[in-house]
């Protein structure tokens, strides 16, 4: 059972605006560790989508975006792209193992 | 640019040993510094931190694996390993490596993963 919350799903047509959701605690995101967010196709490798909360590693196109308050954060897809189909996964940092969380990934389908 | 990649047995009998080797390429260990990581995912699960080494060897393990992990960095070879004991059907799974970020906690460079199934 993974620590962060995530919901499994979620889906949008082209161009629309979807956003996913991550729980936390006040031992991970709540106690002001950062959250990052990844895209997985497998077989692949994940990819670095959103690092620090906010930032966009280069390379990664700018429709995509976070933002964090409290114990959640969220990743924010404008202008949704068939080829955004994918997992994602949120993951920060918790005290309370001294190591890094998962999220327990949501799958983006576009419609 | 920094690169990964996993090495090991893609076949482990229940109750053995599940060795993997990272390779990695476009720096040295020694003089990059960082955290390595493994982290796996399990069929139809998602992602699951395993464990961190620093380059000078200090670990950081996942409570729940803890255990039965050891991980090691050999910086002659430049690759750091992970050992998984007493492995059943439930460490089948894809293991990656991963390098974590200075600075923050966030994975930048990642391997391709590699496929272990633990079956007699």
């Known amino acids: 059972q993974s620590v962060l919350t995530q919901p499994p799903s979620v889906s949008g047509a082209p161009g629309q605006r979807v956003t996913i959701s991550c729980g936390g605690s006040s031992s991970n995101i709540g106690a002001d560790y950062d959250v990052h967010w990844y895209q997985h196709l497998p077989p692949k490798a994940p990819k670095l989508l959103i690092y620090?909360?906010?930032n966009r590693p280069p390379g990664v196109p700018d429709r995509f975006s976070g933002s964090k308050s409290g114990t959640s954060a969220s990743l924010i897809i404008t202008g949704l792209q068939a080829e955004d189909e994918a997992d994602y996964y949120c993951q920060s940092y918790d005290k309370s193992i001294s190591g890094s969380v998962f999220g327990s990934g949501t799958e983006v389908t576009v419609l | 640019q920094v690169q990964l990649q996993e090495s090991g047995p893609g076949l482990v009998k229940p109750s053995e040993t599940l060795s993997l080797i990272c390779s990695v390429s476009?720096?040295?260990?020694?003089?990059?510094?960082?955290?390595w990581s493994w982290i796996r995912q399990r069929p139809g699960k998602g992602l699951e931190w395993i464990g961190y080494i620093y380059h000078r060897g200090t670990t950081y393990y996942n409570p729940s694996l803890m255990s039965r992990i050891r991980m090691s960095v050999d910086t002659s070879r430049n690759q750091f390993s992970l050992n998984l004991t007493s492995v059943t059907a439930a460490d089948t799974a894809v293991y990656y490596c991963a390098k974590r970020r200075e600075g923050d906690d966030a994975f930048d460079v990642w391997g391709q993963g590699t496929k272990v199934t633990v079956s007699s």
């Open positions: 476009g720096g040295s260990i020694r003089t990059l510094g960082y955290y």
């Open positions: 620090a909360n906010t």
